[in-house]
């Protein structure tokens, strides 16, 4: 049973730092992995989708990686700013098509000015 | 675009009573929506899967019987929690995928926050 863990549960950082947050899943059998970001009272947004065959994608200052193999990717947050505060969800897709996600329990960033 | 909304927001229902959550593509038709739920401090967990005209499909452990699902049209999902008791309370989360779209595209509603006292 594919289990996706995120680490760490909760995190608080003055404005302007870089910081990484990590994603473990116990399956490497995926087809995609996704980050969300999770406002209260919003729905989820997603910010990047990375196939299993790729290593990284970028969009703007966030950064996520792909290491399938070993079960693990990475959201890099470059420069950050208060209005990054917010609940970041990692999820991944089965290795089949059709199937929704499997969801993280999320790390909640605090970013203060 | 591809804006998904969700109505009510919040709901407080006593014990025994139902409660009926829609879940609307507002830009778009969508074939498929799917259902989770995620418990204070737990993972976004899939309910269900619903098919516009079709049966749903629900995972292993959740009640079909309980958590009814009609998805009558291509932009409008509900979900009726029937005999509601407190350990239903949770916040409810629906999702649709765009007609035509590739199988991992999809939007997420906002939310609905359920309390039963």
């Known amino acids: 049973k594919q289990e996706v863990t995120q680490i760490p549960a909760a995190l608080s950082v003055p404005e302007g730092e870089n910081l990484v947050l990590n994603c473990s899943f116990t399956d490497s059998a995926i087809y995609n992995l996704q980050w969300f970001r999770q406002d209260p009272g919003k729905g989820l947004t997603s910010l990047l989708l990375i196939q299993s065959s790729q290593r990284e994608q970028t969009s703007g200052r966030l950064n996520a990686s792909l290491d399938k193999s070993s079960g693990r990717s990475t959201l890099y947050i470059a420069a950050s700013q208060p209005g990054d505060s917010a609940t970041y969800l990692c999820?991944?897709?089965?290795?089949?098509?059709?199937?929704?996600?499997?969801f993280g329990k999320g790390t909640t960033l605090s970013v203060s000015s | 675009g591809a804006v998904v909304s969700q109505h009510p927001s919040r709901v407080i229902c006593k014990s025994g009573t139902s409660v009926k959550i829609e879940c609307r593509s507002l830009?778009?038709?969508?074939?498929?929506m799917f259902w989770y739920r995620q418990f204070p401090k737990q993972s976004l967990m899939l309910m269900a899967t619903?098919?516009?005209?079709?049966?749903?499909?629900?995972e292993q452990g959740v009640e079909k019987d309980k958590f009814l699902i009609n998805h009558a049209s291509l932009t409008l999902s509900t979900l009726t929690v029937t005999s509601a008791h407190p350990e239903d309370s949770s916040f409810y989360i629906c999702?649709?995928?765009?007609?035509?779209?590739?199988?991992?595209?999809?939007?997420f509603g906002p939310g609905t926050r359920l309390t039963v006292t």
């Open positions: 619903s098919n516009e005209g079709s049966k749903a499909t629900y």
């Open positions: 999820a991944v897709r089965p290795d089949f098509s059709g199937t929704a996600l499997i």
């Open positions: 830009d778009f038709q969508a074939t498929t």
């Open positions: 999702s649709a995928r765009p007609s035509g779209a590739t199988f991992y595209e999809q939007y």
